[in-house]
Structures are given as C-alpha cells and as structure tokens.
Nanobody, 129 residues
C-alpha cells in the first residue's frame, strides 16, 4: 500500500522557518521524482519544488527561490522541504507527491500535478504577519 504522510506544518511568524517532512512507503523511490505543491483557500494547487530521483537536481517556483530547499533521503524514504524567511503569502496546505518516472518518460523537472501519481493528505502552514 502506497502512503505519503506529511508532517511539520504549524503556525509561524513571518520571517521564521519550518521544515516539512514527507514519509513515503510502498514505492521504490529511485524510480520517482518527488515534489511539493501547496494550495491556499480559494486557489488552485500550485507547484512549489521538485527533486529528481537521485536528489541531484532540484527546481523551484520563482516565489520560493532562495528561501526554500528541497531534499530527499531515499534510504530513509523521506522527502523534506526547508522553508526559510517565510511570508504570509506562503500560508497554504502543503502536499508532497511522487511521480513515476516510467510513466512520464524520465523527465525532469516535473511541475504540473498530472506528472505526479501519488499524493499525501497535506499539512497546514500558516504564516502570521
């Protein structure tokens, strides 16, 4: 059974930091790109960051470049998102996702939801001003 479980979301003041984690089970992670998306109330789900199967390549949406870092530990089956200098505009539910490279032609980066085949339930990040 495939499971992606996010953790680490909480209320934080603007300028603060958080680290989100995503524990993945039931997948051979070396065959998957991993990514983070977020969704604020009343808005569409948007891409935040992605990381290639081996962790050597990363890609970020412009609004988080220089503030967020994505990393993965395939041995520990865990994906991370380090978020620094948080802004109120970062407030959203954050979702981790896994994209099967065999189904998307081994592409990177992968930045649209349809490139991902498994999703977590989300963790809430709230940034107060």
């Amino acid at each position: 059974q495939v499971q992606l479980v996010e953790s680490g979301g909480e209320l934080v003041q603007a300028g603060g930091s958080l680290r989100l984690s995503c524990a993945v089970s039931g997948l051979p992670l070396t065959s998957y790109n991993l990514g983070w998306f977020r969704q604020a109330p009343g808005k569409e789900r948007e891409f935040v960051a992605s990381i290639s199967w081996g962790g050597g390549r990363t890609f970020f949406t412009d609004s988080v470049k220089g503030r967020f870092t994505i990393s993965r530990d395939n041995a520990a089956n865990t994906l991370y998102l380090q978020m620094n200098s948080l802004e109120p505009e970062d407030t959203a539910s954050y979702y981790c996702a896994a994209g099967d490279l065999r189904r998307i032609g081994w592409r990177f980066p992968t930045i649209v939801p349809s490139d991902y085949h498994y999703w977590g339930q989300g963790t809430q990040v709230t940034v107060s001003s």
